[in-house]
């Protein structure tokens, strides 16, 4: 589609993202894009033990190799106090180690030089004398009697154990299973991947002595939260933190928390009175920057004969790393995992989630999804295949026997969510319309006369975002509740300031088309800042699909309270009551007689002018406000996969993938797509070739994008989309958010396809990554290798 066939909308619509004008001219600015006068370059030496006591470490030949500013160790932060940070999770996370390390490739020193190579080459220098432990790299054995205790730091600490967490009704749950006709239990991996953005992690600090102000720029999905961590832990004043998230390269979860590089550049900055810049590199990345998933879950289901689910029981083990560092709001230490009862009318549910800690990389990210919401998905998705395998039924008719149905919403969860709204059949029948369902699996029959080994995959996910109600969740502490700010100049032009921050999926676009819709203004005409503490009221950032949902919504109450202004004015320009004012979009006019109105231009323009207004009213027409969600959006779709595999050679070719999403009231159709067919590849990638794997000395085997394998256009087929729209009740333009849904939804979809097609083998469930090789091992009844 060209610009021409596209113009820009008064509102909602598809339209170009202003956004790419300078990306795609290469004028994007990010992280590595920043140059700073005098600036230096930090570079970190890795452990290469996963887990070993440091019995010494000697910096004077880095020292003294020359352009070497510093080398910081992490005997240097404990002076400073710093040696240890707070992780999003109320754990403590070693900035540099002091006592032993705790995964392969942990931060053991700095080195600040006058450039990258120098620091590179320092990093050589230092020596360090490690006394290797024994390594816990397997959740499983964590916990085992005699397991070595990997965070001794922590006084009486005697094992790994992390926490124990419950959600449901276990009584209830166990009475109905003790009554159910069926039962079946699987064991189900979700194993440790990584969000893998293009742009990797970075900063640039920059601490000017003598006004006392620290400006940092860098790779961060929460500019704000950030600002007030680095204030209440390096007790410097918060107004005196400038926090400002450039161009974001892609974030999907993993740039939520704080990383050591960032704490490093800032020390450095302070010690050398230079700006000190930090980037990872991409083995950097995979191996040190938080990893996502790791849940090893046992799902138990109960059903009636004929197919009626009465309850689902799951017992999680968590592997979260050296340290807790997981993303999620403080109530909940495995996230959302309770929403695991799905898009299902089920009489009850119960989860128990153990964290533990093992001799890996910290993390836990919500990776493209609202707090564990994926794992959660592709537990329930593939355990209702399990179930339909063990009945010999159909899924696509198990499903539909127990979707929720239009009339039970708002409905609440056995776990306790309330879904706010949704049309789940309709979602369910469009997918199986569009792919042609009954007509495939008659296709499948007959191949499978022919010895050929097809499979279709259905997956139906709800997701619960906009995190989130201030009653109910909070981060570190701070309520998740967001402010906008909007500008309008006297010429009508407008400026949207934001708290959220956009790492890739169009929010200067779609947000100048909120204002649009609300006002009348051209989305040309509107320029959206976000990204710097300075220019941007508070909030909590962007992730778990939370920009629409919370961000959005102040946007549209931002805009009627300018409209709300506008009115006040226009009824002193054209002297009537502001009640005897009717709006259409972008004019105020007389009631009964269109012709006498004005624009919202002439508006602005008056607002600004001597005109005289009402006692009380000041003039001009800007507005602020904070938006405190009074529940998430639910998001939902349906979707299906259908694969072609060899199980000869366990080659999987993914044919279609059809995926009807509902999240609500569109506000860009274009973006929603390009935003769903990234999640789609996101599962294609998780489903049958990621997977972050360790040897039992804790070393790290796919440190590399050799290794670590992101899904290409090869492996992807040409999508296709449908769409319901069930609008959100509670949110003031009826949107919901989609960033994620596809990456939630899409992975189970395709496992449940691969091993569709493997039934006649009599597999009834096999872990991800299905690799050729792990398929075929499938096939052969040989476990499979995670
Ligand atoms: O928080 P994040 O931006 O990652 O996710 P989101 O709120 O789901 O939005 C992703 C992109 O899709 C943004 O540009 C949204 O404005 C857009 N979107 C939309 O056009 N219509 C919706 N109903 C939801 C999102």
């Known amino acids: 589609m060209t610009v021409t066939e596209n113009p820009t909308p008064m509102g909602f619509g598809r339209m170009h993202r202003k956004e790419d004008a300078r990306f795609v001219r290469g004028k994007g600015n990010y992280v590595d894009d920043i140059q700073l006068p005098g600036m230096l370059h930090g570079s970190f030496l890795r452990s290469p033990y996963a887990h070993a006591k440091i019995i010494s470490i000697d910096t004077s030949a880095a020292e003294a190799l020359p352009g070497v500013r510093a080398v910081i160790t992490g005997a240097v932060l404990e002076t400073l106090k710093l040696a240890w940070m707070p992780t999003l999770s109320y754990d403590t996370q070693a900035v540099l180690a002091t006592d032993k390390v705790r995964f392969q490739n942990q931060e053991v020193a700095f080195v600040v030089a006058d450039n990258h190579y120098i620091a590179r080459d320092a990093l050589e220098l230092i020596e360090v004398e490690y ?47 003790a009554d159910s006709e069926v039962v079946v239990v699987e064991d189900v991996l979700y194993p440790r991947v990584h969000p893998s953005p293009l742009e990797t992690c970075g900063a640039v600090a920059d601490f000017d002595k003598v006004s006392g102000k620290l400006t940092i720029y860098s790779t961060t999905q929460a500019p704000h939260a950030h600002r007030t961590v680095y204030a209440l832990v390096a007790g410097l004043p918060e107004h005196k933190i400038r926090v400002v998230s450039p161009d974001i390269g892609g974030g999907f979860g993993g740039k939520v928390g704080i990383y050591p590089g960032y704490v490093l550049a800032i020390v450095g900055s302070i010690v050398t009175g230079k700006p000190v810049k930090w980037m990872e590199d991409r ?27 009465r309850a689902l029981r799951v017992n999680v083990l968590a592997d979260h790393g050296a340290f807790n560092g997981t ?23 119960s989860c128990d989630v153990t964290g533990v800690y093992t001799n890996k990389a910290p993390g836990g990210v919500a990776y493209a999804c ?11 998705e593939r355990m209702i295949d399990v179930l339909a395998y063990e009945l010999k039924m159909d899924p696509a008719e198990l499903r539909m026997k127990n979707l929720l149905k239009p009339e039970q919403f708002p409905y609440t969860t056995p776990t306790g969510w309330e879904y706010d709204s949704g049309d789940y059949p309709k979602a369910l029948r469009l997918a199986m319309d569009m792919v042609g369902y009954e007509k495939l699996r008659q296709e499948q029959a007959e191949k499978r006369e022919r010895g050929e080994y097809m499979g279709i995959g259905l997956s139906f996910f709800t997701e619960g975002v906009g995190a989130g109600p201030r009653k109910h969740m909070d981060i570190l502490g701070l309520g998740m509740a967001d402010g906008a700010e909007l500008r309008v100049h006297p010429t009508g032009k407008a400026v949207l300031r934001l708290s959220v921050q956009t790492q890739g999926q169009g929010h200067e676009t779609t947000f100048a088309q909120i204002v649009a819709e609300e006002l009348g203004i051209s989305p040309d005409d509107i320029e959206v800042v976000h990204g710097d503490t300075d220019q941007t009221p508070f909030g909590l950032g962007t992730y778990g699909s939370r920009s629409t949902p919370v961000s959005g919504a102040a946007t549209a109450i931002v805009a009627r309270k300018v409209r709300d202004r506008a009115r006040i004015v226009a009824s002193a320009m054209l002297e009537v009551s502001p009640d005897d004012l009717d709006w259409e979009k972008g004019r105020f006019f007389v009631k009964g007689d269109p ?44 979707y299906i996969c259908v694969v072609d595999v060899d199980p000869a050679t366990g080659q999987v070719k993914v044919r279609r993938f059809i995926a009807v999403d509902d999240c609500g009231v569109r506000i860009n159709p274009m973006i929603v797509e390009g935003q769903v067919h990234g999640g789609l590849a996101d599962g294609i990638g998780m489903a049958l070739m990621q ?41 003031p333009i009826g949107a919901k958010g989609v960033g994620e849904s596809a990456t939630v939804g899409s992975p189970a979809a395709v496992v449940n396809a691969v091993l569709d097609a493997l039934k006649p083998f009599g597999v009834r469930h096999a872990d991800m990554p299905l690799t050729p090789s792990n398929v075929w091992r499938a096939a052969q009844g040989r476990p499979i290798r995670t």
């Not at 009486?156 to 299973?177: L, M, Q, R």
């Not at 001009?620 to 939902?636: E, K, Q």
């Not at 394998?709 to 009740?729: F, H, I, N």
């Open 131 to 177: 006394e290797p432990l024994p390594v816990v790299a397997d959740a499983k054995q964590a916990l085992a009697p005699g397991a070595p205790v990997i965070r001794d730091d922590k006084e009486g600490k005697t094992d790994n154990h992390i926490f124990d967490w419950s959600a449901g009704d276990k009584e209830k749950t166990d009475a109905v299973f």
């Open 283 to 309: 083995n950097e990345h995979l191996t040190a920057t938080a990893f996502a998933r790791d849940y090893h879950m046992r799902g138990e289901i109960a059903a009636t004969k004929d197919g009626r689910i």
């Open 327 to 349: 993303a999620q709001p403080t109530k909940f230490p495995a996230g959302f995992f309770h929403i695991f009862t799905g898009s299902y009318d089920l009489e009850a549910a």
């Open 370 to 380: 609202s707090f564990r919401i994926t794992e959660a998905v592709y537990l329930v």
């Open 595 to 638: 012709d006498q109105g004005k624009t919202i231009q002439e508006i602005a323009m008056a607002a600004h002018s001597s005109l005289e207004l009402p006692e009380g009213v000041e003039g001009h027409l800007d507005a602020t406000t904070v938006y405190n969600p009074p529940n998430l959006t639910y998001p939902f779709g349906a």
């Open 691 to 731: 997977l972050m794997a360790f040897d039992e000395d804790g070393n790290h085997l796919g440190a590399s994008l050799m290794d670590y394998l992101l899904p290409t256009a090869l492996e992807c087929p040409s999508w296709e989309l449908g769409e319901t729209v069930t609008p959100s009740p509670h949110h």
